[in-house]
């Protein structure tokens, strides 16, 4: 079938590029191959068909994109805005621009998600009685109480999102573009206070009217209470009076009218109206007595909705003024739920934000700068070094994903549900029964988490125009197409694509599939010429912006001819085709298209495990797959001489590309290997670089500490050092002292033992001796030095520079070499 990725409405279809040129040789060879039987152009020219909305609705169904909508749809919160985003998800023609805008609004929802705005719930908000009440007022009808109350709830809650806006962003103003654009959104819709407060002041939270609604209306329910007090008690007291053995009454209402109903004998001698009888339900009854106070009760009951409905025309009407408020909020609100059901969805199932650009380039230069969403720090380390045309590591089928989660939660329900059951009929009989179906149940859970669905992985680099995968049946090729056509439609509308790792994904026009299992190829490609025919429409539709996904290409015809045929085809797509084909097939010769023809070509294809003789649904890369059918059945058993027969009739050149596939394969795994090892290499060295620049860091930090330590042990000994040599010279003083009265010695004054304790000073040098005696009679005949003059020390055999004269004491101050002395002016000569 085809799947175009077109909107609703009748649009142009794209063509090629050159509409005017004339068919390539590849083209032309592909409609020599059409049969001649087919009437009418399948190489199509601009304008020469349109998809309608019959083809749109099979080409999406292919691809089952409703089911992926529901499922996006039903993380929406309200009803409305389920059924918007099935609208927004299923108008698939979107240009790139709107495209980028709805992925930032998803990762602006998760940002808000994730900062906890609440939940980001909408569940409270009653979208559809908000939009009946909006219909209502807008025709001139009065609003009912429920009404009322859930546009109370629509404008609180908008209130409430517009206050976690407003903290986030005074928290930190960063926040405000991190919410971009549904910023604007929520800032910009008017909050109706006024008709919040006025219905809340009227208007239950169940949504009946207040009695302090209005006078009348208190007025008018007292009233009403006791007329009913009064005619339930009348008839009350007639049900007892009229008591029988034969009959039973009882109480009941009818048409808001207190009435009497009598089972069994019909005979009774209560007197009253008879409104009906029956033998089943028996004989109603309204008391003669009961009559005027029923009548009163319902002119009383008329007047309180008369006096509700003046409460809620009152109200209507302070609605009208805010009408377009409230409609434009209510439309505000659906649209964040539908970015809420896109952002929930993607968190759910591990989405990434993913990188899209426009495959617009010319020459098989692929863009390198990846968008918003995807940096190369977050991207493999291989991601930015290389031009990928389409990159979706680790990438999973959404729809698998989904019924795998849905059979994992249904099974731990039934085992919780198991477990329940046990404890209640502890002391019952059963119980080894009961155990043995809980442990069985635990088992399918343990299998169902072991066994997730199985991610593809599609690098394809920019020069690569058509690539072919191969494969046996049942190994993953169908899923894989799938994958492809699945993310690329999800990217395009703003949802997240479910891989694990940064994807980059060319926003495309158009895609295009012919996909189906062996029903539906039984159903809608009966025959083989309806398969070409819708290749050939493929062909005439897809432009250098397409993507198209073909599955077993060339197949459902003599083989050769089908081989033949999907080269052609092939060839046809590279040349002047779409932007990207993928396709599968068994025919092995369109596996040498990558070694014959031009380099946009690329094999793939789906792993298989001989020993275990099942498919691991994975793709190796580079290596086209090949035939396992014969080793299959020599490892089932079957007789050596039929397999040797089979292989001599298979023809040694088939044999010998085996083994160049098997050869390439090998080195395929040991490629991958050495690049895995790498890798770990690579990770490895960072983390052994990180060592090394920590201990670095210790080491000089120990050796900071080393020499203040040092340091600190320098000034300690000096201190010590210090102490010693003063305590040294205080002894030295005294036994000098002691000496001098038998000598005439002149002890060196306070200042000068102090100019010893200096550590240049010279310890030897540091007192004077005087061989004369102090004699009064010869200091006033002393010589007397001015500042500067160098005078004679006769002690010491030096001169020294006078440094400070005090005559009144007779002392000096001079320097000696690097010794200052102060000495009597008697020690001294000119």
């Known amino acids: 079938m085809l799947v175009a990725q077109r909107s609703l409405a009748l649009s142009p279809i794209p063509t090629l590029s050159n509409p005017s040129a004339s068919p390539s040789a590849a083209a032309r060879r592909f409609a020599r191959l059409l049969p001649g039987a087919l009437p009418g152009p399948l190489l199509l020219g601009p304008g020469d068909r349109r998809p309608g909305p019959s083809e749109l609705t099979d080409t999406l169904k292919i691809l089952e994109w409703d089911k992926l909508c529901g499922a996006v749809a039903a993380f929406a919160g309200t009803a409305l805005g389920r059924d918007a985003t099935k609208a927004q998800l299923s108008h698939v023609d979107v240009s790139f621009e709107e495209s980028n805008k709805l992925l930032k609004e998803t990762a602006a929802a998760v940002e808000l998600i994730n900062y906890g705005a609440g939940g980001f719930d909408f569940a409270g908000v009653d979208t559809v009685l908000v939009k009946s009440a909006i219909t209502r007022v807008s025709r001139g009808s009065p609003l009912n109480g429920s009404e009322a109350m859930a546009v109370v709830g629509l404008i609180k809650y908008a209130d409430a999102l517009q206050v976690t806006l407003k903290t986030a962003v005074k928290e930190d103003s960063e ?125 009383a009951r008329a ?227 309806g398969h070409l025919r819708q290749i050939g429409a493929i062909r005439s539709r897809s432009t250098n912006k397409s993507l198209v996904l073909l599955d077993e290409v060339g197949a459902g015809t003599n083989p050769l001819e089908g081989a033949a045929l999907g080269m052609s085809i092939l060839e046809s797509f590279a040349e002047a085709g ?125 050796g900071v500490k080393l020499k203040r330590r040092k340091a600190k042990a320098i000034a300690d000994s000096a201190a010590v050092a210090r102490s010693l040599l003063r305590h040294k010279l205080h002894q030295f003083r005294e036994s000098t002292e002691m000496k001098s009265k038998s000598e005439n010695i002149v002890i060196p004054n306070s200042h000068s033992m102090e100019n010893l304790e200096h550590p240049k000073s010279n310890t030897s040098s540091g007192w004077s001796i005087s061989s004369q005696t102090t004699n009064p009679m010869n200091a006033k005949e002393c010589y007397v030095p001015a500042v500067g003059d160098t005078v004679n020390i006769p002690s010491l055999g030096k001169d020294a520079v006078v440094l400070k004269v005090e005559e009144s004491k007779g002392e000096i101050l001079v320097q000696a070499s690097n010794m200052k002395l102060r000495l009597k002016l008697t020690d001294i000569k000119s």
């Open 578 to 702: 779409s932007f990207l084909t993928i396709a599968t097939t068994h025919h092995g010769e369109l596996k040498t298209l990558k070694y014959s023809s031009s380099a946009a070509f690329e094999n793939a294809c789906v792993e298989f495990d001989e020993l275990s003789l099942k498919p691991t649904y994975k793709i190796l890369w580079g290596v086209p797959g090949r035939s396992n059918a014969i080793n299959i059945a020599e490892r089932l058993g079957l007789a050596n001489v039929i397999v040797d027969g089979a292989r001599k009739l298979l023809g040694t050149a088939s044999a010998e590309i085996n083994e160049v596939i098997v050869d390439m394969e090998r080195f395929k795994q040991s490629f991958q290997q050495d690049l895995q090892d790498a890798e770990r290499y690579l990770m490895l060295s960072k983390e052994l670089r990180g060592s090394l620049l920590l201990a670095k860091k210790k080491i000089a930090d120990h």
């Open 175 to 299: 926040w405000y573009s991190r919410f971009m654009p549904i910023t604007p959104m929520l800032m910009d819709v008017a909050i109706s206070q006024s008709f919040v407060k006025s219905a809340q002041l009227v208007i239950d939270e169940d949504g009946s009217v207040k009695d302090s609604a209005s006078s009348e209306l208190r007025r008018s329910r007292d009233q009403v209470r006791s007329l009913e007090r009064k005619v339930y008690q009348l008839v009350d007291k007639l049900i007892r009076q009229g008591k029988s053995e034969t009959s039973t009454s009882e109480m009941c209402i009818v048409n808001g009218r207190c009435c009497i109903r009598v089972m069994g004998d019909r005979s009774t001698t209560l007197g009253g109206l008879l409104l009906s009888s029956d033998s089943s339900s028996g004989s109603m009854l309204e008391p003669i007595a009961a009559i005027p106070l029923n009548d009163e009760l319902q002119q």
């Open 303 to 529: 007047l309180v909705v008369k006096a509700e409905e003046d409460v809620l025309s009152r109200l209507t009407d302070k609605m009208l003024e805010e009408i377009d408020d409230i409609q434009y909020l209510l439309q505000t609100i659906i649209s964040l739920d539908v970015i809420t059901a896109r952002a929930k969805y993607s968190l759910a199932y591990g989405g990434t934000y993913p990188d899209i650009y426009l495959p617009s380039y010319v020459g098989g230069e692929c863009p390198e700068v990846l968008h918003e969403g995807v940096t190369t720090q977050s991207a493999p380390f291989n991601l930015s070094n290389k031009k990928w045309k389409l990159y979706m590591p680790k990438c999973y089928h959404p729809l698998l994903l989904k019924q795998h989660h849905e059979n994992l939660q249904k099974a731990k329900k039934d085992a919780a549900d198991a477990t329940f059951e046990i404890r209640r009929n502890s002391h019952g009989g059963g119980e080894e029964e009961g155990r043995a179906r809980l442990a069985s149940m635990k088992l399918r859970v343990s299998e169902l988490e072991e066994n997730r669905p199985i991610p593809v992985d599609f690098m394809i680099s920019g020069n690569t125009g058509v690539l072919v995968i191969t494969g046996p049946n049942t190994g993953g090729k169908t899923i894989s197409l799938k994958t492809v056509g699945l993310s690329s439609l999800m990217a395009k509308t703003g949802v997240y694509v479910i891989a694990s790792e940064p994807v980059k994904i060319p926003w495309f026009d158009g895609i295009f599939a012919d996909i189906g299992d062996e029903q539906s190829l039984t159903q809608s490609l009966s025959t083989f010429s």
